[in-house]
């Protein structure tokens, strides 16, 4: 899959099969439009070109800081390679971007430098400036500037339609298992390894402290989980605790730290990812540490029948 990081630096296709939104977690319902696009690409013998944004488009119109993405940008472009398109362009999402109009949208960017011939969206899709393109104007559109579009419907899981909104919702109630139902893949979340108070390595459940590389980047409900984490490309098992350590500290700051297990090394200043499996209790206050140590024991043996 090749990157692009500026409109300008695309070269234009003979026959582009195009899809553009935010793509946020990759979900099940942007794998269908992606599938459809391969589809298309394959039969049609054209190039798949995804087209993206960043930073997301509510920051930038609504000065929105306090969105929470199920995906960095780093996070995206790995999981959309893992779906075997040919482009994706990350385009710079700015105020001047914001006020294209779909109309310029269409004739400069998906024609002019993309060379769309046919155009793949998902449900509900608008673009351009104050949302004012539409399927219905892609329509209208399309055979002015010579391509086709085709509109993907939702897709449904227990009568419920997928979206971001709806995953960021679970993740934030720590839902995680809902919410890779959604993904059809694991949430996940990356981070470098830093210093903690080193109160896990003294009553035997050493935990990496993982700072988290997007400020925007959403953090499930404070809890313990159990998860798988990637480190170096080998994947261990761990439980991981998101809070304030109430028992040894509460400090007032929600940490994230992971006990990974049968590992043995020096992680500090590795970037890890960690995979949510589930989520097994609430964080908790214990009147000993001896009370923890045994709960701790409890989690791991749980985190471990979880994850067999």
Do not use: W
């Not at 994230?256 to 500090?268: I, K, M």
Request: one cysteine or more; glycine letters at 8%.
């Amino acid at each position: 899959m090749k990157v692009y990081y500026r409109l300008e630096d695309f070269s234009t296709l003979k026959n582009a099969v195009v899809t553009t939104g935010t793509f946020d977690g990759v979900h099940l319902g942007h794998q269908t439009v992606i599938k459809r696009l391969k589809e298309i690409a394959a039969k049609e013998n054209g190039e798949t070109v995804v087209i993206t944004f960043e930073p997301h488009p509510r920051i930038v119109i609504y000065n929105d800081a306090s969105i929470r993405l199920i995906s960095s940008v780093p996070e995206k472009i790995d999981l959309l390679e893992k779906q075997g398109i040919d482009h994706l362009i990350v385009a710079p999402f700015t105020k001047e971007f914001s006020r294209t109009s779909s109309i310029d949208f269409i004739r400069n960017i998906l024609v002019g430098i993309i060379g769309t011939k046919k155009l793949v969206i998902g449900y509900n899709h608008f673009f351009g400036r104050n949302r004012e393109g539409s399927f219905a104007h892609l329509k209208e559109y399309g055979p002015v500037y010579g391509f086709d579009v085709e509109d993907i419907p939702a897709i449904e899981i227990d009568n419920i339609d997928i979206s971001s909104t709806k995953i960021r919702e679970a993740i934030e109630k720590g839902e995680v298992r809902l919410a890779n139902t959604y993904l059809g893949h694991p949430f996940s979340l990356r981070g470098v390894v830093v210093e903690g108070n080193k109160m896990g390595r003294s009553i035997g459940f050493p935990t990496a402290n993982i700072q988290v590389g997007s400020s925007y980047k959403i953090i499930p409900a404070i809890g313990v989980y159990a998860v798988n984490v990637l480190i170096d490309g080998l994947m261990f098992g761990g439980m991981l605790n998101i809070g304030r350590r109430p028992t040894v500290q509460d400090e007032g700051n929600i940490s994230v730290e992971v006990n990974v297990f049968d590992f043995a090394g020096d992680l500090y200043g590795k970037e890890i990812e960690v995979l949510f499996h589930s989520r097994i209790r609430e964080e908790r206050k214990f009147d000993h540490i001896d009370q923890l140590k045994e709960q701790l024991q409890k989690d791991k043996m749980n985190c471990k029948q979880l994850l067999a």
